[in-house]
């Protein structure tokens, strides 16, 4: 049974910073990226962490985000500088196998308020 756990969440002024991490238990994946979703809307892409060592980022976060991840480790985080009020979201870890089986974490809470 593969399970991810975050971490990293909060309460932060805005132009504050916070770092998620997301780990799994087990499996060999080929993708892992970080979603999020604010109230009232849909869960989207926030970035994302490529077996190649690439990474996409979602344009909103573009510049403040840096995602970093070990595949072989079965880790993720994502460094969040400069963040904004519409930043405050669940956000979600989500890793993909080789075979496109998605396993999701159970979300951690950002809010970013003065």
């Known amino acids: 049974q593969v399970q991810l756990v975050e971490s990293g969440g909060g309460l932060v002024q805005p132009g504050g910073s916070l770092r998620l991490s997301c780990a799994a238990s087990a499996g060999i994946f080929s993708i892992m990226g970080w979603y999020r979703q604010a109230p009232g809307k849909e869960r989207d892409v926030v970035a994302q962490f490529f077996s190649d060592g690439t990474t996409n980022y979602a344009d909103a976060v573009k510049g403040r985000f840096t995602i970093s991840g070990d595949i072989a480790k079965k880790t993720m985080s994502m460094q969040m500088n400069n963040l904004e009020p519409e930043d405050t979201a669940i956000y979600y870890c989500?890793?993909?196998?080789?075979?496109?089986?998605?396993?999701w974490g159970k979300g951690t809470l950002v809010t970013v308020s003065s």
């Open positions: 989500k890793f993909t196998t080789w075979s496109n089986r998605d396993y």
